[in-house]
């Protein structure tokens, strides 16, 4: 089945720690996007990739960075300069921008030990 | 820039009861609008979208929304909702022109009362 595979379901990070989130996708979308989820506050963007090799900063980068090595992978890491990391983080791709419906994996939630 | 403003944080509704969840945007060029819900602990699911053409646009599991651009707004409606219809649903816009990613609002809580 096509779809947005999204691990782990949980992490937990420690102080000073960089973890990465995984997101991979079998769609042959060209598009692939992280958002932030926090209680109230909707989904905030991070990242986003129209392409292999180019991602473009979201409206909360600080902290984070991506890489699109592969157009199936789009991997999160979330570094130490991020303060405030505990949060649901959703992986969406597309077949390219615009119109086009976004497809969402079923999140990681992180936690900071 | 564009944004979207949900109006309700939560909406607490009885069984087969109608509902309307509000939604209005702020752009100042023309803009495609979406819905979304997301059930516990999963991603989301487009619902509807309205990208042109009629104002009234149907979507899954009975929801259906109205454009309207002299007030800017974009309610979805559902007629009789379900206990199965309990989610957070999500407002969602973009710019028609140029390729910039999804401006989400901050969701409503929709609960359905037994």
């Known amino acids: 089945d096509g779809g947005i595979t999204q691990s782990p379901k949980y992490l937990f990070r420690k102080e000073g720690q960089n973890v990465t989130l995984s997101c991979e996708q079998n769609?042959?979308?060209?598009?692939m996007y992280w958002y932030r989820q926090d209680p109230g506050q909707g989904l905030r963007l991070i990242y986003y990739s129209q392409i292999v090799n180019d991602f473009q900063k979201g409206d909360i980068a600080e902290g984070y960075s991506v890489s699109r090595e592969k157009k199936e992978s789009f991997p999160l890491t979330v570094t130490s300069a991020q303060k405030n990391p505990t949060a649901f983080y959703l992986c969406?791709?597309?077949?390219?921008?615009?119109?086009?419906?976004?497809?969402f994996g079923s999140g990681t939630q992180l936690s900071v030990l | 820039a564009q944004s979207v403003t949900q109006l309700d944080s939560q909406v607490p509704v009885f069984e087969e009861a109608p509902v309307e969840l509000r939604c209005n945007y702020s752009?100042?060029?023309?803009?495609?609008l979406f819905w979304y819900v997301q059930y516990p602990n999963q991603g989301l699911q487009l619902l509807l979208k309205y990208l042109s053409g009629s104002t009234l646009v149907k979507g899954i599991n009975g929801f259906e929304a109205e454009f309207n651009k002299s007030q800017t707004s974009f309610h979805l409606r559902k007629p009789s909702v379900h206990i199965s219809d309990t989610a957070e649903y999500f407002c969602a816009v973009i710019r028609n022109s140029g390729n910039t990613p999804l401006v989400f609002g901050k969701g409503t809580r929709l609960s359905v009362i037994a």
């Open positions: 969406a791709s597309s077949k390219g921008q615009g119109t086009e419906k976004l497809f």
């Open positions: 769609l042959n979308h060209d598009a």
């Open positions: 752009s100042s060029v023309s803009v495609y």
